[in-house]
Each structure stands twice: as structure tokens, then as C-alpha cells.
């Protein structure tokens, strides 16, 4: 007899909130400035972080009360994570949504945060904060991190 399925296994809308919680990888991708062009419209990732964002781990230092210092940020639910287009293409809820498993380096599979940050596929050490960034324009990227 086979056991039943780990919470990342199961359709997004089967789970809990605190499995819903935990299916975030930690990344801190959504947590990076973009800029528009205001011509174009186009969208140009950065290296900028949001500035209540660790950037030594890439954890929200304050993620209970995050909206409270930055109205703005992203609430990810079950109802709206089809419609954000911008989310990496790693991200957990993402890959989720669509069907897909999670990536070999994400935490549940691995138990370590370390590893997923060891591999590059964490913005930890490799982003600066917004409070000492400077202007954003300074900061385009050609690809996503
Ligand atoms: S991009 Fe997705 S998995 Fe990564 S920190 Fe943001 S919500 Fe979590």
C-alpha cells in the first residue's frame, strides 16, 4: 500500500494555510524591483532589493507585518497566482499551479535552505538593498537572477 502524497504533491487548492506558507522556497525573486519603460511599457528586472528584505539570506525581515511598511507587496494566493505573469519561472507556486513538481533543489525535497542558496537559485549574496541602491535605472539587468 502507498502512502499519501506529500502537501507539494497535492492541487494547489487542497492545501492548508500553513502548507501554502511552506511552499514558498525562500528565493526572494518576487522581491526584487523592476522598472517600466514608460514608453514601451517593456518590464526590466534589477538587482534591487525590496528593503524589508534580508539580503544576506533573502528572508523578509519582517514578513508578518510586511504590508503594514510596504503596502505594495505581492500577496500570492490561490486565486491569484495564475494571473501574476512576472513571478520566476522557478517559483514554487508557479511550477505548482501549472502541474509541475517543485525543482530538485527546493527545500522540502532537500531540507536545506543552504543548498538552494549554494546552487544560485536564491537572490542571497547576490542583490542590494534598495536603501543603498541608488536609482533603480542603475541597476538593470539583462536576465532575471
Ligand atoms: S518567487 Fe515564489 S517561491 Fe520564490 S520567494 Fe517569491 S513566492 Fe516564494
Same mark, same amino acid.
Given at each position: 500500500?502507498?502512502?499519501?502524497?506529500?502537501?507539494?504533491?497535492?492541487?494547489?487548492?487542497?492545501?492548508?494555510?500553513?502548507?501554502?506558507?511552506? %511552499?514558498? *522556497?525562500?528565493?526572494?525573486? @518576487?522581491?526584487?524591483?523592476?522598472?517600466?519603460?514608460?514608453?514601451?511599457?517593456?518590464?526590466?528586472?534589477?538587482?534591487?532589493?525590496?528593503? %524589508?528584505?534580508?539580503?544576506?539570506?533573502?528572508? @523578509?525581515?519582517?514578513? !508578518?507585518?510586511?504590508?503594514?511598511?510596504?503596502?505594495?507587496?505581492? !500577496?500570492?494566493?490561490?486565486?491569484?497566482?495564475?494571473?501574476?505573469?512576472?513571478?520566476?519561472?522557478?517559483?514554487?507556486?508557479?511550477?505548482?499551479?501549472? /502541474?509541475?513538481?517543485?525543482?530538485?533543489?527546493?527545500?522540502? %525535497?532537500? /531540507?536545506?535552505?543552504?543548498?538552494?542558496? *549554494?546552487?544560485?537559485?536564491?537572490?542571497?549574496? !547576490?542583490?542590494?538593498?534598495?536603501?543603498?541602491?541608488?536609482?533603480?535605472?542603475?541597476?538593470?539587468?539583462?536576465?532575471?537572477?
Amino acid at each position: 500500500m502507498t502512502g499519501e502524497a506529500p502537501f507539494w504533491e497535492k492541487p494547489l487548492h487542497s492545501l492548508d494555510r500553513a502548507e501554502w506558507e511552506a %511552499l514558498c *522556497d525562500g528565493c526572494g525573486k @518576487c522581491c526584487l524591483h523592476k522598472v517600466e519603460d514608460a514608453d514601451s511599457g517593456e518590464i526590466y528586472p534589477t538587482n534591487v532589493a525590496c528593503r %524589508l528584505l534580508d539580503v544576506t539570506t533573502a528572508r @523578509c525581515s519582517d514578513y !508578518r507585518h510586511r504590508r503594514a511598511f510596504v503596502p505594495d507587496c505581492l !500577496r500570492l494566493t490561490k486565486g491569484n497566482v495564475d494571473d501574476i505573469n512576472w513571478l520566476p519561472s522557478s517559483c514554487a507556486y508557479k511550477l505548482r499551479a501549472a /502541474g509541475q513538481p517543485l525543482p530538485e533543489w527546493h527545500y522540502l %525535497l532537500t /531540507g536545506s535552505y543552504q543548498a538552494m542558496i *549554494d546552487g544560485g537559485h536564491s537572490v542571497a549574496g !547576490r542583490v542590494v538593498s534598495e536603501t543603498e541602491a541608488g536609482p533603480l535605472e542603475h541597476h538593470i539587468l539583462e536576465e532575471p537572477l
